[in-house]
């Protein structure tokens, strides 16, 4: 399902690459995404973003921050060619996802809204609506539901006396929780109106074990000395920056002796593959200006902060489980 759920995006991205014209750029020589972006006057992430995907994709080949249009790029992207594919791109360009991307490259990203309100700034300002809620929870729902229902069969939900799910959206962990039979504490810690529809799934899946914290995570207290502090698709939402500062909380939440969780999809290091979690990323570019991350990049800003002995565990559906401890002392 994420294959075609994310594969959707695909074809606008050819599209939105021949727009901004970046196969005829890299013609003249190789560059890195920030010259690109100067060059066209966009955002350097989202080109960056776009770079790698087409490089994943066979048309752009990448050494170290510079690309370079490989033999397809030349002869299907670039506008001198014979063979480009410009004539089938242009009248495709007013399509609602080649124009997102183009959009977003061009001012910024953050096009997921509701009534007029991105959703990053309204999680931002803690100013999620109960329409919200029930506009965008769930979605979330359908799509993490199974992975939460194969990671808790990881020991460390079996071996913690609590879980704190840091912006869990709909409880969907604390629903696989109750669906195992697992009996340590659940708080899901999030905005007052996603309260109120993460209720509503734990009482149908009959969880006992659970509270709510309310709250936002970026202004209001964390509740402290969790085993177990979980982290689901939250660092891909922030700027590396923002994410650093929720890894600080989430330390100081963390019981000593006891883990941090990230659910992320982990590209490769040099950020062109694989081609679901390079899609992804696109997708966080579109809607909050945001990326999704690598291994080395999540393990140093656990250990900047104190966590160690990080790991990387497979969890199903192209996502991955990054788990590190807090020192005893």
Same mark, same amino acid.
């Given at each position: 399902m994420y294959d075609l759920w994310l594969g959707q995006w695909l074809f606008p991205s050819m599209i939105a690459a021949d727009e901004l014209g970046i196969a005829d750029i890299l013609h003249q020589q190789p560059a890195a995404a920030d010259d690109i972006a100067r060059k066209l006057n966009v955002n350097g992430l989202g080109v960056a973003t776009l770079c790698d995907l087409l490089v994943c994709l066979g048309f752009l080949s990448k050494t170290k921050d510079a690309y370079s249009n490989t033999q397809y790029g030349n002869k299907f992207l670039t506008s001198a060619s014979e063979t480009g594919w410009g004539a089938i791109f242009r009248p495709l360009q007013a399509g609602e996802n080649a124009r997102k991307i183009v959009d977003s490259i061009k001012k910024g990203g953050c096009h997921i809204a509701s009534d007029g309100n991105t959703f990053s700034e309204m999680w931002e300002e803690g100013a999620v609506t109960e329409q919200a809620a029930r506009e965008f929870i769930p979605r979330m729902h359908c799509l993490i539901l199974p992975t939460m229902r194969k990671i808790v069969s990881n020991k460390l939900?079996? @071996?913690?006396? !609590? +879980?704190? #799910? +840091? %912006? /869990? /959206? !709909?409880?969907? =962990? %604390? +629903?696989? =929780?109750a669906e195992a039979g697992l009996q340590c504490k659940y708080t899901l810690f999030e905005l007052p109106a996603v309260c109120t529809l993460a209720d509503e799934y734990l009482k149908a899946a009959k969880a006992a074990n659970y509270n709510m914290h309310k709250g936002s995570f970026f202004t209001d207290h964390w509740p402290m000395g969790h085993g177990v502090v979980f982290l689901s698709n939250i660092l891909h939402d922030w700027p590396p920056s923002v994410g650093m500062s929720l890894i600080q909380k989430a330390y100081q939440a963390t019981a000593p002796g006891g883990k941090i969780v990230l659910q992320? @999809?982990? @590209? #490769?290091e040099d950020k062109t593959g694989p081609l679901i979690p390079v899609l992804f990323s696109l997708l966080m570019f579109i809607n909050h200006t945001a990326q999704q991350f690598t291994r080395s990049e999540l393990f140093a800003m656990l250990e900047t902060v104190g966590f160690v002995n990080p790991e990387v565990t497979e969890a199903g559906a192209y996502y991955s489980l990054v788990t590190a401890s807090k020192p005893l002392i």
């Open positions: 939900f079996a @071996m913690a006396n !609590s +879980v704190i #799910d +840091v %912006g /869990g /959206g !709909s409880g969907a =962990l %604390g +629903v696989a =929780l992320e @999809m982990i @590209m #490769d």
